[in-house]
């Protein structure tokens, strides 16, 4: 059973004017990753080294201390110098030389004139139009006081879970329940105990727990082998059971999703458990406790 690590998330999409932003917060509270086993991804790494490590790309600055406004600073510095030629080709060009001809690319506009957004391995970065300046950060509407960036990485989780097959999850709840929840879980997580002994809270709320695994010591760990046993059980639900009250399930095997489930929270933005996400692509990481995620899910349902 891990520590909890306390994480503060801003539960609507959008926070009016004059309103106080800690009434929109929540704790989240989640199991993280204490190591990472060699040759394995670190899901906490999402930065442009990792998205370019096979490349010789050097973004380091050891002389900056203003790296967290390299993003603003850039965007200041295009609107100081006037507009830039709009050359999509270009970007995709110069994104080329870095990832490869093989990798997915994605670019859309955005609000902003002369920057455009490129969605490439599940993150989501920025381009000067001349294709020159790539940046990595947030971009907020700050008259809707909307997260423009959240937004775009929820549609790309979201295009993701379409292609899930449903039959690999393993569900506690009705199907026509109000809310459909997405639970990424490790049985060897404290607060994903917690959040099972709750399940039948959660289902009384309207929500529906649809678990996939998200063994946070890796492919091989013993976690890893206990999920594999829990969804290969004849009656998964009771084999959840046994593993979420710390003892361990009947061990089987069969192909199973558990390595795929994994992959994909690395790929969606999972860094620790339990992390919950609708079909709608809106990650929530952290524990919730039910009539708070009940709340969470009807504002968010609700557009705010």
Not at 39 to 52: I, R, Y
Not at 57 to 80: A, E, I, T, Y
Not at 124 to 137: D, K
Not at 184 to 210: K, M, S, W
């Amino acid at each position: 059973m891990c520590p909890g690590v306390g994480s503060r998330n801003s539960t609507p999409a959008t926070i009016r004017e004059g309103e106080n932003r800690d009434n929109f917060e929540t704790f989240g509270i989640a199991c993280v990753p204490t190591a990472i086993p060699d040759g394995q991804a670190d899901p906490k790494s999402k930065n442009l080294l990792n998205l370019f490590k096979d490349r010789k790309l050097d973004m380091s600055n050891k002389k900056s201390h203003c790296r967290p406004f390299v993003f603003c600073l850039v965007l200041l510095g295009l609107w100081l110098t006037g507009p830039v030629s709009a050359d999509p080709a270009a970007i995709e060009a110069r994104l080329q030389t870095l990832v490869g001809d093989s990798t997915e690319l994605v670019i859309n506009e955005t609000p902003i004139d002369g920057i455009y957004e490129v969605r490439i391995r599940g993150e989501i970065l920025y381009m000067s139009a001349n294709g020159r300046y790539l940046m990595q950060g947030r971009m907020l509407d700050l008259e809707t006081q909307v997260d423009l960036t959240d937004a775009a990485k929820a549609e790309v989780r979201q295009q993701a879970l379409e292609e899930l097959d449903r039959a690999t999850w393993i569900s506690f709840g009705n199907d026509d329940a109000d809310h459909q929840i997405l639970v990424f879980t490790d049985p060897d997580c404290g607060y994903c105990r917690r959040l099972h002994e709750q399940v039948d809270e959660y289902n009384a709320n309207g929500i529906t727990i649809h678990y996939l695994a998200f063994p946070r010591a890796g492919v091989g760990s013993g976690t890893y082998e206990k999920l594999v046993s829990v969804w290969c059980a004849e009656d998964q639900q009771d084999a959840m059971d046994i593993a979420k009250a710390g003892r361990t399930p009947r061990k089987a095997e069969c192909d199973n999703p558990v390595n795929d489930q994994y992959l994909l929270g690395q790929t969606m933005g999972v860094t620790g458990t339990p992390a919950l996400m609708t079909l709608n692509g809106d990650l929530i990481p952290g524990y919730v406790p039910p009539e708070q995620l009940r709340q969470r899910l009807d504002n968010l349902a609700n557009g705010r």
